[in-house]
């Protein structure tokens, strides 16, 4: 068996979003993701993905040329060579990450968001060369299905007219009404049993109702409701008090460690985030201070598998609860937080997934939600296998593209609707 990498190769791809609202704008018509192939001596491929922004393709060419000649089970490497070309390749603007919506961006988040990729096509080629699922490269999965929450927007009926995109037919959520009929979309076509609700849209109290209106159509049902830090903390003190009888938890409702300290220190709703906790650094001084009691672990940012499971570990530790936070991904992804979810134990919230939002994938086969569930595959590597020529078709709209949509920006495709859109600042409300 021979586990030297001989080839790797990286596909920037565009692939279909719909206007999905949030504090920051709105979901462009197509969002860009990396896809990333590693082949070993012995023809085994591996798939990772990533996000596929111009920063995170510009560091992760210089990465792949590196990787040649060095082993696939070489996973701690990865760490090395990221390090050898972060600081000649990364340019970082220090501002929030509009995309990921997950605080301010550093060099370091960018080097591990690249790097997680790269891990999971690793994982994917050595299950596959051992004839091993990722699950047993982690140590062993603990359930054999992972509960995921339904991920629900406000919502417009369409992109603005004029503009190049893919229909859905979810239709529009702009009211109450409007998210608990996408709630019941939700739990007629995947089986979903919890509900988290993307705020940071309309005033709080507009919120406050869908919650409520959530709460009386679904009685029993967890829910969440995430602003995206764009609350004070005299509004999210307000809002927990309002909605403290329903939430399971309440997200990143004031922007930063010390203002989600305020909040926590004010009422006994659970604060979850994936803003103000994004780093090992992080955590000191967020677990310190009191201020979440819910870590929502991204793989693709904070390194990759087997890092999500050392945060898991530091989160027992904390007695600090932990679950999974999503971004706009297909099906390889999808497949990689299954696999190491299925390895953390005490895992007692249903993780997010973008993916019922999706409609495009380069699976020749979609993953599958049964009862809100996904089933934990025991087939070699990820357990999923790639069509080609889709991710060809996905890769010829990126390469057709003149520039506009290769970057994740929300503002942007907002203004294309209202001109005059200027990205609010924090406290919004």
């Not at 929450?149 to 702009?174: M, T």
């Amino acid at each position: 068996m021979n586990l030297t990498i001989t080839d790797v190769r990286l596909t920037p791809i565009l692939v279909a979003d719909p206007p999905l609202l949030n504090t920051q704008g709105v979901h462009q018509p197509y969002t860009p993701r990396l896809i990333v192939e590693v082949e070993t001596a012995d023809a085994v491929v591996g798939f990772g993905e990533t996000y596929g922004d111009t920063k995170y393709l510009e560091l992760a060419r210089p990465f792949a040329e590196k990787l040649i000649g060095r082993q696939v089970s070489d996973l701690n490497g990865l760490f090395a060579v990221a390090d050898e070309v972060a600081v000649a390749e990364t340019r970082v603007s220090g501002q929030v990450d509009v995309g990921g919506l997950r605080g301010v961006q550093t060099a370091d988040k960018l080097r591990l968001s690249v790097v997680s990729g790269f891990e999971v096509a690793c994982l994917d080629a050595l299950g596959k060369a051992l004839g091993l699922p990722v699950h047993a490269l982690l140590g062993g999965k603990v359930r054999d299905a992972v509960e995921y929450s339904a991920y629900l927007f406000y919502k417009w009926a369409g992109h603005p007219a004029g503009v190049a995109a893919e229909k859905d037919d979810w239709g529009a959520a702009l009211d109450p009404a409007g998210v608990v009929a996408q709630a019941r979309l939700f739990k007629e076509r995947y089986g979903f049993t919890s509900f988290k609700l993307k705020g940071g849209v309309f005033p709080p109290d507009e919120e406050i109702a869908a919650v409520r209106a959530l709460a009386e159509a679904f009685p029993g049902h967890p829910l969440r409701l995430d602003p995206n830090g764009a609350w004070s903390v005299a509004t999210s003190l307000r809002v927990a008090e309002e909605l403290g009888d329903v939430l399971e938890y309440l997200e990143d409702p004031a922007l930063g460690t010390s203002a989600m300290a305020e909040v926590a220190a004010g009422t006994g709703v659970p604060l979850a985030t994936n803003m103000c906790v994004t780093t090992f650094a992080e955590i000191a001084e967020a677990f310190g201070k009191g201020a979440v009691q819910v870590v929502l672990s991204d793989h693709h940012y904070w390194g990759g598998l087997r890092n999500t499971q050392q945060l898991a570990a530091i989160c027992r530790t904390f007695g600090v609860g932990v679950s999974m936070h999503s971004n706009t991904h297909l099906g390889i992804s999808l497949a990689a937080m299954t696999q190491v979810a299925a390895t953390v134990p005490g895992l007692h919230h249903a993780c997010d997934s973008h993916y019922p939002w999706q409609s495009e994938d380069v699976l020749t086969e979609r993953l599958v939600f049964e009862g809100g569930k996904v089933a934990v595959s025991d087939a070699p590597g990820l357990g999923v296998e790639v069509d080609r020529e889709r991710l060809r078709a996905l890769h010829q709209r990126w390469a057709d593209d003149d520039g506009g949509l290769r970057e994740r920006d929300d503002a942007a495709a907002m203004r294309v609707a209202e001109p005059g859109w200027v990205t609010p600042g924090v406290p919004r409300w």
